[in-house]
């Protein structure tokens, strides 16, 4: 298939940005998919893809994926994502991330990137030599730093929501709740929950991070492989994708799912079957739209309270979708696409696209967010 077709097949998108610097190494795709509500922001993923295709059809697919994400969490951002084709174990260097940040630049403002899988805080650095429109920066920059602590605050809210939806209460006091993955989102998460009183049951693959929760916090542990199928109200994945499942499916016992892992539905039909066995799905992309909105606050001016304080928007974002899933009778799944497309309609009506809006040249990301 050729590049053209290949674009329009994953999506109408914006714009597709080529960025080759031979001098550095650089090969690069940045891919805009929508800025109806706002600039597009979305992380710089640094892989060694085995074929060009395989990167663009992949910086295509993220990319939508942040428009829905950003829509859904009711911010004035746009989707975009950008891929770096290359190992970044041994393939990365300051002039690969300047070269990269002057393409960011030229894009003046139409796309903000950040970190993701495979780029870290010291890349940022680099792009921000080059360019403002960057986030994700360190916390001396003004930047917001680590995520974690915002996504896992914004998961909290959202089980919260689901409970409240599933089991008529909000209060996670008692509450059996069954965590899996103790990364950067499951630690943060784990201290919430024990501070609401929840009593958490943990698993990781890493029997070091297991024995200091459990130490630290008094769970329960349980072998990774028992973790999906626990007795409890709620499972709060933070680990890996595609946990629900043919193979799951049947065996959970749980009567919520909801927690800070992307991509949790292996398909989207997974969903469906979700629903018909009356298991509430909080999903994924709007209950850990948390580090999202943090870096979003970074582009205002940065505050650790205000941050804090919207990841608190997860709660009715996720009710709203479950209402909208109850009225349409629709699996949560697709009426969280529903909230997200119903708001790129309507509100993105209201703002002027931002594609040639301007020819003015945007010299700060203030001035870019408050076009
Ligand atoms: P992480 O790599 O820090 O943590 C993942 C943890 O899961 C690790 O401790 C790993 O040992 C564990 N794990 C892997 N396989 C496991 C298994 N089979 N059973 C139990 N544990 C297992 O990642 P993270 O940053 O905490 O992110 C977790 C998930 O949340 C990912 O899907 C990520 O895409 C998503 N997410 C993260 C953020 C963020 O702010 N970090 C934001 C949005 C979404």
Redesign the pocket.
Known sequence: MGTFELIAKHGEHEEVVFCHDPDVGLKAIIAIHNTALGPALGGTRMWNYRTEEEALVDVLRLSKGMTYKAAAAGLNLGGGKAVIIGDSKTQKTEGLFRAFGQFVNSLNGKYITAEDVGTCVTDMEYIFMETPFVTGIPKDFGGSG???P???HGVLMGIKASAKWKLGTDNLKGMRIAV????????HLVSYLVGEGAQVVV????QA?CKQHHDKYGVTVVA?DK?LFEDCEILAP????AIVNDETLRKFKTKVIA?????LLAESRHGDHLKELGILYAP?YVI?????MNVFVELEGYSHERAFEKTRKVYDNCTKVFEIAQTDNLGTHIAADRLAEERLKTIGKLKQRHQGKSSRNFTTLKEVTNR
């Open positions: 680590d995520p974690s915002y996504t896992a899996q993955g103790l990364g950067n989102v499951g630690t698993s990781d693959i890493d991070k990774p973790i933070c680990a890996l994708g927690g800070g892992a992307n991509n994924d850990n739209a948390g580090g999202l």
